[in-house]
């Protein structure tokens, strides 16, 4: 147990290290996989299970990946999606191991913590992999729990990029009677009925008033989305300026309260930064928002309001939602502030007050800056523009 603190500590920070680059940078897990057609079914899985996801987003990991006949053993057991995925985040490691590196481990041995172990759903020690070099070059991986099970042999190294991702073949499937429990399927998601429950009963209701805009938040919850919901005071001191909008305006709205990804707390946190939203139309990159961190409280930063998460209503992958303190206003619907500027030499120029905008501002901020009133062609735009976002975050599932 001693030696699981620092190990702990390590993999936190590794965890928060990678969080902090969610984009596919470089590595592609499914299409490195798709070279090695003898890996075909485990590149399935990694895709099925969610977990190419979580390893492109990822830098630093090490995939230890089991041929087909490997994998047709583990498929024996019949273990459900939810299972395998523990399973198999057992087969991915937070770090980057080359066969180099596993072939020169000093004092012979090494422990690493997988993606399972950082899952939460691993009990005590297990998730972690001991790896050991023996006499002879022989490498063998076996988990803190395997009961007795022989070790997996190190094969061979299929890819290897310094130091973002390796990927090696081991023997067998890693033996863990922890990661091979069942798992309890998750409730299904009644978005509704949880907003009304929790403190965002008028929004849920401003939903239900719009069947289109709920059927596309809908069609998110199985892929991912993350919803920002105004509390009900928030709501209610917005009506007058609600009833205002047009009827896509209205869509808009409330198709800006959602993010077509799943963002964990721990995620939202580390991924400060650009978002865009269920009304972010594909072209124009309108319809955004920045996530800060500010000590310890997370803001949604709009042009023109700044709210503050008050607390996590739903955090469940692949659907996170967050009761927030203010409706967020997009600036393609409603007039930015004016900022007085204290000290301002001369009369500012717009280019000024933008560079004083902060450097999170996308480039698309220029080219629509003047945009504060209604665009109706951009709300107009918001059914095909959700529908990008869905497919899009499809996309990103399913690889
Ligand atoms: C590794 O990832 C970093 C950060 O995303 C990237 O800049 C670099 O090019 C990658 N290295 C390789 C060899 O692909
Ligand atoms: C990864 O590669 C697969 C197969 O080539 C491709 O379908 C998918 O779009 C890629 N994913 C990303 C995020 O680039
Ligand atoms: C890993 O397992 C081997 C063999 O059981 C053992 O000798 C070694 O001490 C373990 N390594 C660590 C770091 O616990
Ligand atoms: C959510 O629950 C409400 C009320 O029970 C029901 O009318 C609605 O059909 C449910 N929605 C889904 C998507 O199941
Ligand atoms: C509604 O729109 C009108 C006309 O654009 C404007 O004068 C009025 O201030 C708006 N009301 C609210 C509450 O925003």
């Not at 930063?301 to 998460?309: H, P, Q």
Request: with cysteine; charged share 15%.
């Amino acid at each position: 147990m001693q030696r699981a603190v620092p190990l702990l500590a390590a993999s936190l920070l590794l965890l928060a290290a990678a969080a902090t680059f969610p984009v596919a940078r470089g590595h592609n897990i499914t299409k490195i996989l798709a070279q090695h057609p003898e890996f075909s079914t485990f590149n399935h899985y990694l895709s099925a299970t969610h977990l190419a996801n979580e390893i492109n987003r990822r830098l630093t990991i090490t995939v230890l990946a089991v041929d087909n006949a490997g994998m047709s053993d583990l498929l024996a057991k019949h273990l459900s999606l939810l299972t395998l995925r523990n399973v198999l985040s057992l087969h991915i490691l937070s770090d980057y191991y080359s066969s180099r590196k596993l072939h020169q481990l000093s004092r012979g041995s090494t422990i690493s913590s997988s993606v399972f172990q950082s899952s939460g759903h691993a009990p005590g020690t297990t998730g972690y992999i001991n790896i050991t070099d023996h006499r002879r070059g022989k490498v063998t991986f076996i988990t803190e729990d395997a009961g007795g099970a022989p070790p997996a042999v190190l094969v061979k190294s299929l890819k290897e990029i310094p130091y973002n991702i390796s990927i090696l073949q081991i023997s067998t499937i890693l033996s863990s009677p922890e990661a091979e429990a069942p798992v309890a399927a998750p409730a299904p998601v009644n978005l509704t009925v949880l907003l009304a429950k929790k403190g965002c009963k008028a929004f849920a209701d401003l939903l239900l008033a719009s069947p289109d805009v709920l059927q596309i938040f809908e069609d998110n919850l199985d892929v991912g989305l993350t919803v920002f919901c105004p509390s009900d005071g928030a709501v209610r001191a917005f009506g007058p300026k609600y009833k205002n909008l047009t009827v896509d305006g209205k869509a808009s709205l409330l198709l800006y309260h959602g993010v077509p990804a799943y963002y964990s707390p721990q995620l939202l946190k580390t991924n400060n930064g650009f978002f865009t939203t269920l009304a972010t139309t594909s072209r124009n990159k309108n319809f955004h928002y920045t996530v800060r961190t500010d000590g310890d409280a997370i803001t949604v930063k709009t042009r023109v309001v700044t709210a503050t998460i008050t607390s996590t209503i739903l955090d469940q992958d692949p659907d996170a939602v967050y009761a927030i303190n203010k409706v967020l206003q997009p600036r393609e619907l409603f007039k930015i502030p004016e900022v007085v500027e204290a000290d301002a030499p001369a009369p500012a120029s717009k280019k000024s007050k933008h560079a004083a905008a902060g450097p999170e501002e996308s480039p698309a901020d220029e080219e629509a800056s003047d945009n504060s009133a209604l665009s109706l062609s951009a709300a107009g735009r918001w059914l095909t523009a959700a529908m990008a976002a869905t497919l899009a975050a499809a996309v990103i599932v399913v690889v």
